[in-house]
RNA sequence: CGGAGCGUGGCGCAGUUGGUUUAGCGCGCAUGGUUUGGGACCAUGAGGUCGUGGGUUCAAGUCCCACCGCUCCGACCA
């Protein structure tokens, strides 16, 4: 392609919207523009980019044995009324109506409508497995789209599906899944780590999401460099502490006057007492109906975990009202016991010990805490020496923290490694939680009606363009990997008018055309530091540059983009040469 | 949805105590010329519903109200 007939808008300034590398990159070297929040134009050079990075992910598909296929975009709401996910799916769902006000959404994924027609069309065993692929634009309403198309309201995926008649068979196809999605990974250039994940609004019994390492990636993972477990810290398990409370002598529980004192840390300080002793009592509204939680006062409550364990569908803080009307006291003195004990008393004059208005649950963290501190319920007062089994008793007592840097692997025991992450793939075992939903059945060697057990696999084709910016550039621009680069060269003239360097630089161009590359030659009427400022810029891996004066020895200049010296290379040798520069 | 901010040629911005009545600057763009190894220079020029609507006023980019859009922080979310 010749610079000259090409389009590429690169900018000198910045866009005042953007703020993450990869956009502001991606609109600089003129690869897209914005329409609106979230909804993004491709230009030619982007989509190039868009287009290589498919091409890989298509080749690993049907390696893998997939089917490509193209399902529609709108899509008609009794499909979704079937699984539930109408109602549940949330504003995230982007709806519309048709004339006769028929309901429809913009698909956002295609467990629906791959299901329907795999029911409708597979009937034996004997068909099974089958995987369907696709690459298609999804929508999703997000709430706060941000980081270009990293995140957008629309964008750019290949969605997989298959089906199989037993689990064994499921688990087995995962697997190479999961391999074919390494290979992508590798084939892209990428640093990155599979780790297990959460499976949130797709569903499903285990998924694993595949994250390319970036500082500046929305994810944050925690890893063992031990023995290889990795996990979003959305997921990340907590391994179990020892139970050391058998022998502890339990001091008598006191209240004690707290004017004002409503967090962990203004308590501390007042009753000069370690974080470690509190418990920190939390409400919550899950669906609406609250429930308290506990956990050790330096710990957090990863939301996930507790929204699992609920399998509520809307999880928020409660309000100060709520707070109030459930624990009796303001914001900042709500406690897990509901005994009663006098100022300066020993003794809890009265039991129960539980409230059956409002449920517990307990984080381990507190089941070692020993003659502990919480809010009592009433304004301005706290409990001390408050123990498990004496003066409180959860529900239940599970793991509800999140991690946090210095925790343990779970599975090892040796210390966990923080680092951040931009998913990039997320695969699922889905079983049969669609399959039963929309009654898809086959029938088995025996006869017998089975659901299709199922698994999904998405892969974010234009968050991957995103990511290796993200991963891959320097103070001038971006640096492709090789094998997504849009153009492996760009051939350079140092002065387009010199009729000589642009007899030289047309016969290279063509040359290495013809030997297989994709070239950019530019022949544009501009000078030299524009041609090295834009080349730079839009991240071709490896650049010629054609001038008068190297001409004289018969040689041209060649040099990588990720590399400051150049080399010179006598021109009859170079198209010979260049793959050395390609590697 | 809560908090904050922004909206002025393609891009980046100034102008906002109302009043040089033809709204500026830099970049980019067009034409001509000089240049040609890291975002050249000179000259000439094109390009603007000042986000939209309403209001106040002799007079509104500037003040008031409403709305829309965009961005950031948070909550939320494959």
Redesign the pocket.
Known sequence: MKLSEYFLP????????A??ISQKLML?AGMMR?L????YEWLPFGLRVLKKVEQIVREEMDKIGGLEVSLPLLLPRELWDETGRWALY?K?LMRLQDRKEGEFALGPTHEEVITDLVRNEVRSYRELPKMFYQFGTKF?D??????GVM?ARE?Y?KDAYSFHATEEDAERYYKIVFNAYAKICDRCGFKYRPVEAE????GGSFSH?FMVLAETG?EEIVSCASCGYAANVERAEIAKSQKVRENAKLEPLKEIYTPNLRTVEEVGNFLKAPVDKFIKSLIYLADNKPVMVLIRGDYEIN??KL?KYLNCN????ADSQTIEKVSGAPVGFAGPSFAKATEGTSLPTQLPITNYQLPILADYSVENIVNGISGANKKDYHLMNINLGRDYQPESIIDLRKVKSGDFCPKCSKVLAFSRGI????TFKLGTKYSQAMKATFLDAQGKEQYFIMGCY?I?VS?IVAAAIEQSNDE??IIWPVNIAPYQLVVIL????EEKVRQISEKIYSELQKAGYEVLLDDR??????K??????IGIPVRV??????LLQGKV?V?KRNESE?TLIPIDSLVSEIKNFLT
Request: hydrophobic share 30%; charged share 40%; proline share 4%.
């Open positions: 690169t900018l000198r300034e910045t866009p005042a919207e703020d993450t600089r914005k609106a929040s979230g909804v949330g995230e999703r997000e709430i706060r789209p941000r980081f995140r964008f995926m499976t949130g609004a797709i999401e929305e939301e996930t929204k809307e999880l928020v803080l998913e990039v793939g997320h998405g974010g968050r001038n621009g140092v002065n387009s008018k009427d501009e000078r030299p530091g524009v090295f400022k834009d080349t730079d810029l540059v054609v001038s008068e004066k190297n200049e040099k150049f």
